[in-house]
């Protein structure tokens, strides 16, 4: 299983290391935790594709095309393939505080996760069933042939069942306690991504605490640990990868990062519905912003149709062959009913994201996104004081839509309201929350940033400091004093 | 970001040519190291309840299923379910259809057939809470009583008629006796 992860890896690494590796700030660390995140999706498709062509799954058959692209990209690749080495240097204190809550919360989560067997619902219904049915029959004809008889939604994306069928096939066996470690690994996708994106844009210590307090975000360690099996944190790692490399193509106008944005938002849509509204919603984003600076470059509107293309067609033409449709219909009355109860849904959204959950049976208060979204609230009122220009609003932008998106879904959704926002809304915000977090942190490291820069000025003492003051005072009287004569 | 500073943020020098960089004190210098600790030092007293929360109930798993083997971990957090489907699975084929007759409140009969569904596959799973349900097609039939604290939390509100299901599994061939399941087959 190990290697199957360490595999995951470098074929993530294959397929985007054309771009990744020349990004700047680039450590191993997050170069092997972004290949990670693109590899569960090269893989998955792989494994899609297979079954499409009618290609038994087999260790051979699956692992050979990306064997063949290893050995392409070490003939020809003039060591682009080579990952980033690692640089270390000693931290500083803040790090080391940012180091000792990571360590806390691992502490608390890890073991947890470990314990505790594949138990929680959508897991066992949906996501890890799938996985298990693709694995025992070898495709995923006969599960959709059936899919009618089973309470989970067979028209969800496929991610994260056809990672773990790969994972159950490189191991031998349907070993779903292994498969559990899947949302841990994407929640070190997501964590070394965010963490990337600040040293990026800002100081180490700056990355290393938001990164801490990204881990220390309770709803998003439930999502990876507790609901480890479900998809949450792969649509959560997705979505930033796919906002960070926006923002960074927005900042600095390069095309790998452009290239990075579009995959990564490419495989939110082939991982859950959530995706495909945040793709819809980057692709207008990016499409507006390359029609406003006038870029009619092809690679660049080839790239925005073509990774949506390659892992969205997949999926749709195999949705066409086994003839699958979404479980359970809206009716007319359930349509207008929920569309009556709009505003107190939109209530419901803001209430779970800025205010503490209600008092458990203990009395205590836990804030389930601490304050990922009132930070991300300020940082839309404090961007321009924090010397950033009106490129951040992408960042707000996007976590607006996807909220704007968690309303729709539940106002057009098949089940009763109250049912769904009390059982999974919590979950969607947590693929929001690091997202607002980022857009937070970057507005914080670049006011940081700034007032490091202006450390270099020399510092002045206490006497220079009320001499100046003084000085400051009396002329003002002076130039009164001039203007009268 | 390493950005140059404002125009705004530098003091000028009278032929406005040579801009000099403002003079702050010491407080106002370190500023943002001292937000920065603070905005982490709010962040981890917010985070605290939930990390000791989960703190208990870590140590509360702990103790429930310490030094446990996988499978019996699994048998006592999904208790009966996990037990059940593995009673079934050593005697009813892969191919073979079950029909469970179970005991159980109206909404552990989505729960169980969920879990049903996941241990036994590719075995196909029905599922009804009463003695009268058929299925076709479904060689094997089961029957299955609820743990009592599952029906003391959702009592059985189906039909169930012990007279009738003596008269029903009377033609099958017992498979398999448990203390909370049996097993029919059709005699051959």
């Known amino acids: ?485 | 970001m390493g950005r140059a500073l404002r125009r705004s943020q530098l003091s000028k020098d009278p032929a406005g040519d040579h801009p000099e960089p403002a003079l702050r004190s010491l407080p106002a210098r370190y500023a943002h190291r001292a937000a920065l600790l603070a905005v982490f030092g709010v962040w981890v007293s917010i985070a605290w309840p939930g990390l000791s929360l989960q703190f208990a109930t870590l140590d509360y798993w702990r103790q429930r299923l310490g030094g446990r083997t996988p499978e019996e971990r699994a048998a006592i957090v999904d208790y009966p379910a996990y037990s059940v489907a593995r009673r079934v699975e050593e005697v009813v084929p892969p191919a073979a259809c079950v029909l469970f007759l179970a005991y159980t409140g109206p909404e552990h009969v989505n729960y169980y057939k969920t879990r049903f569904d996941y241990y036994l596959y590719p075995r196909r799973v029905r599922i009804a809470a009463g003695t009268g349900a058929t299925a076709e097609n479904c060689g094997y039939l089961a029957v299955f009583r609820d743990a009592p604290a599952n029906l003391a939390e959702e009592p059985f509100r189906g039909v169930w008629d012990e007279g009738w299901l003596h008269h029903r599994l009377a033609p099958l061939e017992k498979v398999y006796s448990g203390p909370n399941l049996d097993i029919y087959r059709a005699r051959r």
């Open chain 1, 1 to 485: 299983m190990i290697c199957a992860f360490l595999f995951t890896c470098v074929a993530g690494w294959l397929l985007i290391c054309p771009w990744l590796s020349r990004r700047p700030g680039l450590g191993l660390v997050p170069a092997i935790a972004l290949s990670f995140a693109a590899g569960t999706a090269a893989l998955s498709l792989d494994l899609l594709l297979l079954n499409l062509a009618h290609i038994p799954w087999t260790r051979f058959s699956v692992l050979s095309p990306w064997i063949a692209a290893a050995a392409a990209h070490a003939l020809f690749g003039r060591r682009r393939w080579a990952p980033p080495m690692p640089r270390l240097r000693r931290p500083c204190f803040l790090e080391i505080a940012a180091l000792a809550f990571s360590g806390i919360v691992l502490l608390a989560w890890v073991p947890y996760e470990r314990l505790m067997p594949l138990n929680e619902w959508d897991a066992i219904m949906l996501w890890m069933f799938k996985a298990k049915a693709f694995y025992l029959d070898g495709s995923i004809a006969p599960y959709m042939s059936r899919a009618h008889e089973f309470l989970g939604n067979p028209a969800y994306p496929l991610l994260v069942p056809l990672y773990t069928t790969f994972l159950y096939i490189f191991s031998g066996s349907a070993a779903d306690q292994l498969a559990k470690l899947v949302s841990p690994c994407l929640l070190a996708s997501l964590a070394a991504g965010f963490y990337y994106f600040l040293r990026r844009y800002g100081s180490r210590p700056v990355a290393a605490i938001f990164t801490s307090m990204l881990a220390g975000v309770y709803m998003v360690d439930v999502a990876a640990f507790r609901y480890a099996g479900y998809a949450d944190t792969a649509v959560a790692a997705a979505i930033l990868l796919a906002a960070g490399f926006l923002y960074a193509w927005f900042y600095e106008g390069d095309y790998a990062d452009f290239a990075l944005a579009v995959f990564f938002a490419s495989i939110a849509a082939w991982t859950k519905n959530e995706g495909q509204f945040f793709l819809a919603g980057f692709g207008a984003l990016a499409a507006a912003r390359l029609i406003s600076r006038r870029i009619w470059n092809s690679s660049y509107w080839f790239t925005l149709a073509a990774f949506p293309i390659l892992f969205v067609t997949p999926w749709v033409a195999a949705r066409s062959v086994y003839g699958v449709k979404r479980p359970g219909e809206l009716s007319g009355e359930m349509m207008r009913t929920n569309i009556a109860s709009y505003g107190p849904t939109v209530k419901a959204i803001f209430e779970h994201a800025f205010t503490p959950a209600p008092p458990d049976a203990f009395g205590s208060r836990v804030w389930l996104f601490n304050l990922a979204f009132p930070f991300c609230l300020l940082a839309v009122f404090l961007y321009r004081r924090a010397g950033l220009d009106r490129r951040f609003w992408a960042l707000p932008a996007l976590a607006c839509w996807q909220l704007f998106g968690v309303s729709l879904v539940y106002v057009t959704g098949p089940v009763n309201l109250q049912w769904m926002i009390g059982s999974s809304l919590d979950r969607v915000l947590s693929q929001i929350a690091p997202l607002a977090l980022l857009a937070a942190a970057l507005a914080f490291a670049s006011y940081y940033s700034r007032a490091e820069a202006r450390l270099e000025i020399p510092a002045e003492d206490g006497a220079s400091l009320r001499k100046r003051r003084e000085k400051a005072r009396a002329s003002p009287k002076k130039q009164r004093g001039k203007s009268q004569a």
